[in-house]
């Protein structure tokens, strides 16, 4: 079975550009979440969305959000970009929550 | 304030040895608790959960214990290798479905 896809897999950016992320979870996990990795630190939770609705969110500015799909695949969308939003952005999908989460590869953005 | 607290420095030991990695948390009421391991340039992988009414879990070479008094959870590696070698993540589940990560603790095993 396919694990999380996560597209792309590498993204530079410019300071004040916008910014599509795109997952896709495992067959049958109606879960997502959304993390920031920045080097040296573990992630840091930005949202979660069960059954198309979002179920958390973490301390991150109204410049990012996200949806999901009724086919449970996710978007996470950055707006404005800013320097300190260069990080490995990563994807993680589980059955439900309280369940074990299971990540992709992330995204490497970079912003120049 | 809310901590996770992970061994900050590097964890170095001998092949065959076991492997303890530690993970501290303050001021946070966690339903479960969960180890990840993270490859350089990869996403973390899943290896246990455990929950808050259990004290110990075990899988092949790997056992953790979570002390909800002492607000600890101990990883344990036996009989390491050098694939084992990576930075090994502890991560609270609230009670919110969020998953709360510690910095991770990088672990080193020599032939």
């Known amino acids: 079975d396919a694990g999380v896809t996560q597209s792309p897999t590498h993204l530079i950016k410019t300071r004040g550009q916008q910014v599509t992320l795109r997952c896709s979870p495992i067959s049958g996990h109606k879960s997502v979440s959304w993390y920031q990795q920045v080097l040296g630190q573990g992630p840091q939770f930005i949202f979660q969305?069960?059954?198309?609705?979002?179920?958390g969110r973490g301390n991150f500015p109204d410049r990012f959000s996200a949806r999901q799909f009724p086919n449970y695949s996710s978007e996470l969308n950055v707006n404005a970009l800013l320097l300190g939003d260069s990080a490995l952005y990563l994807c993680a999908s589980s059955l439900k929550g309280n369940q074990p989460q299971h990540f992709g590869d992330g995204t490497r953005l970079s912003i120049l | 304030s809310q901590k996770i607290e992970q061994n900050s420095e590097a964890l170095n030991i001998q092949e065959g040895k076991t492997a303890t990695l530690t993970c501290n948390y303050t001021?946070?009421?966690?339903?479960?608790l969960q180890w990840y391991r993270q490859d350089p340039g990869r996403g973390p992988v899943f290896l246990l959960l455990i929950r808050e009414n259990e004290k110990e879990k075990r899988k092949e070479r790997l056992k953790v214990t979570f002390d909800t008094t002492l607000k600890q959870s101990l990883f344990h590696i036996t009989a390491s290798q050098p694939a084992d070698s990576a930075t090994y993540l502890c991560?609270?589940?609230?009670?919110?479905?969020?998953?709360?990560f510690g910095t991770g603790t990088r672990l080193q095993v020599f032939p």
């Open positions: 969305y069960y059954e198309k609705e979002e179920r």
């Open positions: 001021n946070y009421s966690p339903a479960y």
């Open positions: 991560a609270l589940g609230l009670y919110t479905d969020k998953l709360i």
